[in-house]
């Protein structure tokens, strides 16, 4: 049986779970790149995790523009395949792979030219704008760099998990953060004072190093460029498998010359994708531009916050995903009513697994949140408790994520990605931003106010998704009766 007959025929529940853990795989791995930094420049210094709190919302600004535009290529080489027109899924991938090629270029560029001048308009405490702040700009000038990398692997995996392979991104994956794995302590400290020596025992061989080298490290711009290093070599590897196997869709050279059409449907889907990844972005450097306005140990403390939800996040990402792919190829299948039960199963797996995270998330918060901090101090301290409390409250909205998250899927594989926009603008800037801000400058909350107005917002959204799910006006397939393939493959 073929992948696609698996998805669109037989039982809900295999096809779903063997979608869903490869992209959770998948996703842990791409945090396995922020935890990886995360640990390292934690133990190089508590400015440097802040530095990459208040990077991380002006990066993702950026990226979301490209990654909505691979949420259209994926949504319609789903469709395709389901509707047993694979030339023309082939067809739609090579557009995406070309249009988002030149996007990255271009945002890129921006991204470099504009780090500084973006950073500036944040209002900072005057440490944080002392300490933070110009280790932030060093990140991600070197990360911007590597942005159409970024992009490379972003929409390789899109296109595959269109097609139903979600297990060959996921050994790329693998390959590209054991890379960076390596690289990482090495570019940050070089051979001086490099605690992975240290933990080795094999201070020697980084005495040798150091005599022959002289390399003492890069720090935070050292961490950037580990990343970029490993994702060159994911994006090289995805766009080998994509034109020279027989892996996923089969592209050729001459897809990636520009179809107007084509690119006008990836458009039509993509912007307003692209817009609820950028709205998302926008309410993430609201949230830090409140989040600045405390001392370093707090913003160290969202920081690493974030990074433990993004952790957690993970399997409700993963069947939301999955769910994307499943809604895609059988409406493109003319099968409405299966795409509607696998979105009834994945939802319900997803708030069953994500509240099992969330017992285990607040009973053992805080040595969760210690490892990824050196202690001994009374900065890293603070950090500690203040982190332990964030995770803590935000343990409230876990099960809420799975919901969301899954019905957000359904929307983006129908195309109906004006409908996914409308309830992502309502968690956040209905149920999150205005009650955090009310909260920390109105209630008086303090930090605790932080917390607990983030853990609202997926909450809202939840409720407004399923509402609006049950009117049943979401089961329409966006794909053409004669796709932009079949006029190439004609002249």
């Known amino acids: 049986m073929s992948r696609d007959r698996t998805i669109t025929e037989g039982g809900l529940a295999w096809p779903l779970f063997t979608l869903a853990w490869p992209i959770v795989v998948t996703e842990l791995l791409q945090v396995a790149y922020n935890l990886a930094d995360t640990i390292w420049l934690g133990r190089y210094s508590a400015a440097a995790v802040g530095a ?161 080298t002289g390399f003492t490290g890069m720090g935070v711009e050292g961490a950037a460029l580990a990343t970029l290093i490993a994702r060159a070599a994911a994006t090289v590897v995805g766009v080998y498998v994509l034109f020279g196997t027989d892996l996923g869709p089969d592209l050729r050279l001459d ?22 990844q950028s709205t998302s972005a926008l309410a993430m450097i609201t949230l830090t531009a409140m989040v600045v306005t405390f001392a370093t140990p707090v913003v160290a403390a ?45 939802a319900s797996v997803g708030a069953g697994v994500m509240f099992l995270v969330a017992v285990v998330a607040y009973l053992f918060a805080e040595p969760i949140v210690s490892v990824f ?5 009374a900065e890293a301290a603070e950090t500690i408790r203040h982190g332990t409390e964030y995770l803590r409250i935000r343990t409230v909205e876990f099960a809420f994520i799975g919901v969301l998250q899954v019905v957000l899927g359904a929307y983006r594989g129908a195309g109906n990605t004006k409908t996914a926009l409308a309830f992502s603008l309502m968690a956040l800037w209905v149920g ?34 399923v509402a609006w799910f049950l009117r049943g006006t979401w089961k329409e397939t966006v794909v053409d009766e004669q796709p932009a393939a079949t006029a190439v493959a004609e002249d």
């Open 52 to 212: 990459m709190s208040l990077a991380f919302p002006l990066i993702f600004l950026l990226l979301s523009v490209g990654g909505g535009f691979t949420v259209a290529g994926s949504t319609l080489v789903a469709q395709y395949t389901g509707a047993g027109s694979d030339g023309d899924a082939d067809f739609v991938a090579g557009q995406t792979l070309s249009f988002v090629t030149k996007l990255a270029v271009v945002l890129g560029a921006l991204g470099f030219v504009a780090a500084g001048p973006m950073l500036g308009l944040l209002p900072t405490d005057p440490e944080t704008a002392r300490e933070v702040v110009p280790l932030a700009a060093d990140y991600m000038r070197v990360f911007f760099l590597g942005t159409p990398f970024l992009f490379g692997f972003f929409v390789f995996s899109a296109l595959m998990r269109g097609y139903g392979d979600t297990r060959t991104p996921m050994l790329v994956m693998l390959l590209s953060v054991v890379l960076n794995v390596v690289l990482d302590p090495i570019l940050i400290f070089g051979f001086t004072e490099n605690p992975l020596f240290a933990m080795l025992g094999a201070e020697g061989v980084q005495s040798s190093l150091a005599a022959q």
């Open 255 to 276: 897809y990636l010359k520009t179809d107007r059409e084509t690119v006008r449907k990836i458009v039509d889907i993509g912007v307003p994708s692209a817009l609820e």
């Open 302 to 346: 969202y920081g690493l916050g974030n990074r433990l939800i993004s952790l957690v996040f993970l399997p409700a990402m993963g069947l939301g995903r999955a769910t994307n792919t499943m809604v895609g190829q059988n409406l493109g299948a003319q099968k409405a009513e299966r795409a509607e039960r696998a979105v009834q199963l994945a």
């Open 373 to 377: 901090m050196a202690t001994g101090t």
């Open 432 to 465: 999150r931003v205005p009650t955090v801000a009310y909260l920390v400058f109105v209630a008086g909350w303090g930090p605790t106010g932080l917390w607990a107005g983030m853990a609202l917002g997926n909450i809202v959204g939840a409720f407004g998704a």
